[in-house]
């Protein structure tokens, strides 16, 4: 089955995953204390936040639903970020 995203059309929604992704990333990685912690897990918290609401707002999930414009919002992602390795 296509991806509902379409890398040209949705360029903007895969930026926003990356943040989300490298947010996590951020947070996986560090080994601080729990103060920072909190902090950077909010900084996830509301990349993710920004990229579902711009998901809805960008009519997919009422199109094809939650799991199909987020899964394939995610493989989008992944596939720009192997590119530009």
Request: zero cysteines; hydrophobic letters at 45%; proline letters at 1%.
């Amino acid at each position: 089955m296509a991806s509902v995203i379409d890398p040209d059309r949705h360029a903007d929604l895969i930026q926003l995953q990356l943040a989300v992704f490298a947010a996590d990333r951020e947070l996986l990685e560090f080994t601080g204390d729990d103060a920072k912690r909190l902090a950077m897990r909010e900084r996830v918290r509301q990349a993710a936040s920004a990229k579902n609401q711009a998901l809805v707002d960008s009519g997919l999930v009422a199109e094809h639903g939650w799991f199909t414009a987020g899964q394939d919002l995610q493989r989008a992602a992944r596939a720009a970020e192997a590119e530009h390795r």
